[in-house]
C-alpha cells in the first residue's frame, strides 16, 4: 500500500526554521516525482518544490526561491523540506504527493501543476510573533 506521512510541522518566528519530513512506504524513489504543497484558509494549493526520480533534478516555486531546500534519504525513503528565513505568509498545511513518472525524469514548473496520484494528510506550519 502506497502511503505518505508528513511530519515536523509546528510555530515559529518569523526567520526561523523548520524542517518537514515525508516518510514514503509502498513504493521507491526510483520511478516517482514526490512534491511539496501548501495550502492555506482560503487560498488555493500551491506548488512549493517538487525532486525528480533524477537525483539531481530539483526545482523551487519563486516564492521559495533561495529559502527552502529539498532533499531525499533514499536508503530510508524520506523526503525532506528544509524552511529557513520563514516568514508570515509561508503559514499553511504542507504536503507531500507522489507520481509515478518512469525511470531518470526531471522535474520543473510543469511537475507543481500536474495532479498526483498519492497525498499525505498534511502537516501545519504557523509561521507569527
Known amino acids: 500500500q502506497v502511503q505518505l506521512v508528513e511530519s515536523g510541522g509546528g510555530l515559529v518566528q518569523p526567520g526561523g526554521s523548520l524542517r518537514l519530513s515525508c516518510a514514503a512506504s509502498?513504493?521507491?524513489?526510483?520511478?516517482?516525482?514526490i512534491g511539496w504543497f501548501r495550502q492555506a484558509p482560503g487560498k488555493e494549493r500551491e506548488g512549493v518544490s517538487c525532486i525528480g526520480s533524477s537525483e539531481g533534478s530539483r526545482y523551487y516555486a519563486d516564492s521559495v526561491e533561495g529559502r527552502f531546500t529539498i532533499s531525499r534519504d533514499i536508503a530510508n525513503n524520506t523526503v525532506y523540506l528544509q524552511m529557513d528565513s520563514l516568514k508570515p505568509e509561508d503559514t499553511a498545511v504542507y504536503y507531500c504527493?507522489?507520481?509515478?513518472?518512469?525511470?531518470?525524469?526531471?522535474?520543473?514548473?510543469?511537475?507543481?501543476?500536474?495532479?498526483?496520484?498519492?497525498w499525505g494528510q498534511g502537516t501545519q506550519v504557523t509561521v507569527s510573533s
Open positions: 509502498g513504493f521507491t524513489f526510483d520511478y516517482y516525482t
Open positions: 504527493a507522489a507520481n509515478w513518472v518512469g525511470e531518470g525524469r526531471y522535474c520543473g514548473s510543469h511537475s507543481l501543476i500536474m495532479p498526483y496520484t498519492y
